[in-house]
Nanobody
């Protein structure tokens, strides 16, 4: 079973920035369309951004222009650069394949608060 580990979260003020990392044990990482998800208290987990093996990216409307997803296939890793963070971005962030094929990791908490 593929293991995933998210890191890089923290507490920032509105307008701040963070870069999240996702490291996986996937041997064939480059073949997967990968995605970042987030879950706020009392809410369902939602898709935030995705990146195909070739690097084509898609974003949820509320994060377009503020979040950038990249991947490092040789390292089986993926990143999410977040700028101009807003309080509504507060959530636990997770990575997985686009079709949620792996066991979920622990996630990393992002808190945006003044």
């Amino acid at each position: 079973q593929v293991q995933v580990a998210e890191s890089g979260g923290g507490e920032v003020q509105p307008g701040g920035s963070l870069t999240l990392s996702c490291v996986t044990s996937a041997i064939r990482f480059s073949t997967y369309t990968m995605a970042w998800y987030r879950q706020s208290p009392g809410q369902e987990r939602e898709l935030v951004a995705s990146a195909t093996s070739g690097g084509t990216t898609t974003y949820e409307d509320s994060v377009k222009g503020r979040f950038t997803v990249t991947r490092d296939n040789p390292k089986s890793a993926m990143y999410l650069e977040m700028i101009n963070l807003k309080p509504e971005d507060t959530a636990v962030y997770y990575c997985n394949t686009r079709y949620e094929e792996w066991v979920w990791g622990q996630g990393t908490q992002v808190t945006v608060s003044s």
